[in-house]
């Protein structure tokens, strides 16, 4: 079974431009996640999909950064402009109706703002 | 809201010999999951352990095992038999038993192992 696919691992870029972080989750698992997590930090949620539907957004900072799911598989994650503070790795997750409780995670994607 | 807490910065520990990472968490649930996910210099998250707050056993997996205090709210990590390939950051995290909410993880501990 395939798992989490994110793209690109890396991405640096200039303060102002834009960025979009790809990721595929697991087939078959309904809810998707993207987390932030900071140098030296544990990962915090952004925002949580059930399916195509943004059920969980309270920390994503809307007035630079979306997300979407158009079709309730991979999702979109787009900073735009970036800043300084955004120099984190985004890591998405993805999670099945078997209720295991356990999140399966990409390898994530390291953003440098310069 | 959930919190997690992990004192410990950062640990060293002897190839071969046994560390214990502490965790505690603050919830007012009664059913919930408790994990430690460990996260090398690759980045991907890996389940180590997961422990069901409903149940009174402690979890084990091969090398590793929790000490899950619900009364308390701590749930620590033994690694027995330390190996060079357990060097990494380890996260403490809890979720909720219903619906797919989020993990709440702590802060980490970056585990050392000394050949």
């Known amino acids: 079974e395939a798992g989490v696919v994110q793209s690109p691992r890396y991405k640096i870029i200039e303060k102002k431009q834009p960025v979009a972080f790809w990721c595929n989750p697991i087939s078959g698992h309904n809810t998707l996640y993207w987390y932030r997590q900071n140098l030296g930090q544990g990962p915090e949620l952004l925002i949580r999909y059930e399916n195509e539907e943004a059920v969980d957004d309270s920390q994503l900072p809307k007035d630079r950064f979306s997300a979407e799911r158009l079709k309730g598989v991979d999702s979109t994650l787009k900073i735009q402009p970036a800043e300084l503070g955004d120099s984190a790795v985004y890591l998405c997750a993805s999670s099945g109706t078997r209720n295991t409780g356990e999140l399966f995670f990409g390898e994530g994607s390291r953003l440098t703002v310069l | 809201a959930q919190t997690v807490t992990q004192s410990q910065p950062e640990m060293s520990v002897q190839e071969a010999e046994t560390v214990t990472l502490s965790c505690t968490y603050d919830?007012?649930?009664?059913?919930?999951?408790l994990f430690w996910y460990k996260q090398p210099p690759s980045r991907q998250m890996i389940l180590v352990i997961r422990?069901?707050?409903?149940?009174?056993q402690n979890a084990t997996e091969n090398r590793f095992s929790v000490n899950f205090q619900k009364a308390a709210k701590s749930f620590s990590l033994k690694i027995s038999d330390s190996q060079l390939g357990d060097a990494a950051m380890y996260f403490c995290?809890?979720?909720?038993?219903?619906?797919?909410?989020?993990?709440?993880f702590g802060t980490g501990t970056r585990l050392t192992i000394i050949p």
């Open positions: 919830t007012s649930e009664s059913d919930y999951y």
């Open positions: 995290a809890y979720r909720k038993i219903f619906g797919n909410e989020k993990l709440t």
């Open positions: 422990q069901e707050a409903y149940k009174q």
